[in-house]
Nanobody
């Protein structure tokens, strides 16, 4: 079992930046995949970015060049740096940890609006 707590969401203007954090209750070293997903109102949850235990990354096309995922195993934390935010990035962002099982955080709201 692991608890994941996301933070860092908020209201930002278009073109702005936010950094999301996902803090795990125990070591994330054993999770072969950590990821960020998002869900906008009345839409399905979608993958944003993932990072493996060897720090290989994968991004959805719509965030490539704007978002960066990283992990700090010593702090049991995964980050999502989001730059050049657009209104269509507005969603609840969720952290996911995958080993033999998958675990989700409770989500953090990101709103991009002028």
């Amino acid at each position: 079992q692991v608890q994941l707590v996301e933070s860092g969401g908020g209201l930002v203007q278009p073109g702005g930046s936010l950094r999301l954090s996902c803090a795990a209750s125990r070591s994330i070293f054993t999770f072969y995949n950590m990821g960020w997903y998002r869900q906008a109102p009345e839409k399905q949850r979608e993958l944003v970015a993932t990072i493996t235990s060897s720090s290989s990354t994968n991004y959805a096309e719509f965030v490539k060049g704007r978002f960066t995922i990283s992990r700090d195993n010593a702090k049991n934390t995964v980050y999502l740096q989001m730059d050049n935010l657009k209104p269509e990035d507005t969603a609840v962002y969720y952290c996911k940890a995958t080993s033999r099982n998958s675990y989700w955080g409770q989500g953090t709201q990101v709103t991009v609006s002028s």
